[in-house]
């Protein structure tokens, strides 16, 4: 609310309009933003920030690498009153000087964030702005990473989930959300309209997305849900355009099939756990014939982990294993029924050890999707051979699907059993894939 009303201050009053909001150098884009962080009025400092972030907005690469670097250079905490707030908490220890050594640690570049986001449209700006910090923190990551650490700070406050909108999208959502739907799908792709209006109209299927009050047309993320009376064993089936729409009566299944992020700027702010669970429960609320909650998800670092194993693989690959990555190599495999077939046990088996027992350092599997739905406290319920025929499928997947279940009341057991102990959540429909060389698995359907 402050936020709307200074910006409004500063559009009636001509702030916006100033001759002082052209484009600025570097420099005095950097003179500005210490001017921002020690301004006192706020209706000047709206008017900074503004000037700030149009000029941010039209830099080139090489502008804002500078920018980038005078945030990192410039904005962080001043050394010596760190030392001297640290030397005195150490030697004694009382919440005066805890409060003034937190105080002395904080970056000032905090507080020129939180005064640029009072600009109209600042908070939207700033998730821009980091979209083109994170592709240079790989490139240059000592110097930008406590930027980068900032934001993150930051919009973990900003968008916790007490301040998300939960909003349904439907046929009638206002056409500019509905071109950022087909924009921002980042699963299985919408070529256009007609293949919106499959996902979106039909009475058997719901999509829901999360909103942030500062940017109100455009969705953080957002969920699509087929209802049907069973678990599907492909998303062929699931973007069916010929499939009898089912009624009502029939349906006792939610099928989450695909889960878009909106916004790369947003990358490692986490609130799609929060979307499925809310979704989960607002369906259950409005269809209560509704019994099991799933996903159809793929498996994105499957083929990358296939194409990284040889012959001094550990434990060595069984024939079927071998025989399937054999297959698999070959151009055109998927249309061929007998081969389809004779890929299946190997493929099945490789995808149960690659979810189960292929882990990174820190214990969690090495599937980012795996690690996102395990993390929420889903199961491992069921791995599928083809289930995604298509180009992307089988170049990311091996063509590869899984049913990650959503049992709603066992969802804290095993999200804490993951958070605590990285155990696996998986059926025995999963483990069973499992050869004998993996019988100590520990991750085993819980009780």
Not at 19 to 47: I, K, Q
Not at 214 to 224: H, M, W
Request: proline share 8%.
């Amino acid at each position: 609310m402050l936020q709307d009303l200074l910006s409004s201050i500063a559009t009636r009053t001509g702030f916006l309009s100033d001759p002082r909001s052209r484009r600025l150098t570097l420099a005095e884009t950097a003179r500005l933003c210490h001017d921002l962080v020690s301004a006192r009025g706020e209706p000047s400092g709206v008017r900074i920030a503004t000037q700030i972030l149009q000029t941010f907005r039209q830099m080139d690469a090489a502008e804002a690498d500078g920018f980038f670097a005078i945030l990192a250079d410039e904005f962080g905490p001043p050394a010596e009153p760190l030392r001297k707030a640290a030397e005195a908490y150490a030697a004694t220890p009382t919440p005066k000087t805890l409060s003034a050594l937190q105080h002395a640690a904080e970056p000032p570049r905090q507080e020129l964030f939180r005064r640029l986001n009072l600009a109209a449209g600042g908070t939207a700006e700033l998730v821009r702005l980091r979209e083109r910090l994170l592709p240079r923190l790989k490139q240059d990551p000592s110097r930008l990473e406590a930027v980068d650490e900032d934001l993150r700070h930051l919009f973990q406050s900003w968008f916790n989930r007490g301040f998300l909108v939960l909003k349904r999208i439907d046929w009638d959502t206002p056409a500019s959300v509905l071109e950022k739907i087909i924009r921002y799908e980042a699963v299985h792709t919408i070529g256009n309209w007609d293949e919106l209006r499959q996902r979106l109209a039909p009475g058997d299927r719901r999509c829901f997305a999360f909103f942030h009050p500062s940017i109100p047309d455009d969705p953080l993320i957002f969920v699509e849900v087929a209802l049907t009376g069973e678990t599907p064993a492909s998303i062929t089936e699931v973007l069916d355009s010929n499939r009898l729409v089912r009624p009502a009566a029939g349906i006792n299944t939610a099928v989450f099939y695909s889960i878009s992020n909106c916004h790369r700027g947003l990358a490692g702010i986490s609130f799609g756990s929060f979307l499925i669970k809310q979704v989960a429960e607002d369906l259950r609320a409005d269809l209560p014939g509704l019994k099991t909650f799933v996903t159809l998800s793929p498996v994105p670092g499957f083929q990358p982990w296939l194409q990284s194993l040889d012959a001094t693989a550990n434990p060595p690959l069984d024939a079927g294993e071998g025989r399937a990555l054999a297959i698999i190599a070959e151009t055109g495999w998927a249309a061929d029924p007998a081969k389809v077939e004779a890929a299946r046990p190997g493929l099945l088996a490789l995808g149960a050890r690659f979810l189960v027992k292929v882990k990174r350092p820190d214990g969690q599997p090495r599937d980012p999707v795996a690690r996102f739905h395990l993390g929420n406290g889903a199961m491992l319920n069921r791995i599928m051979h083809l289930a995604d025929p298509s180009p992307r499928g089988l170049a990311q997947s091996a063509g590869l699907m899984v049913n990650y279940l959503y049992d709603l009341p066992k969802l804290e057991q095993y999200h804490e059993a993951y958070a605590a102990e990285r155990q696996v959540a998986a059926s025995r429909a999963v483990t069973s894939l499992l050869s004998s060389r993996f019988n100590d698995n520990p991750n085993r359907e819980p009780a």
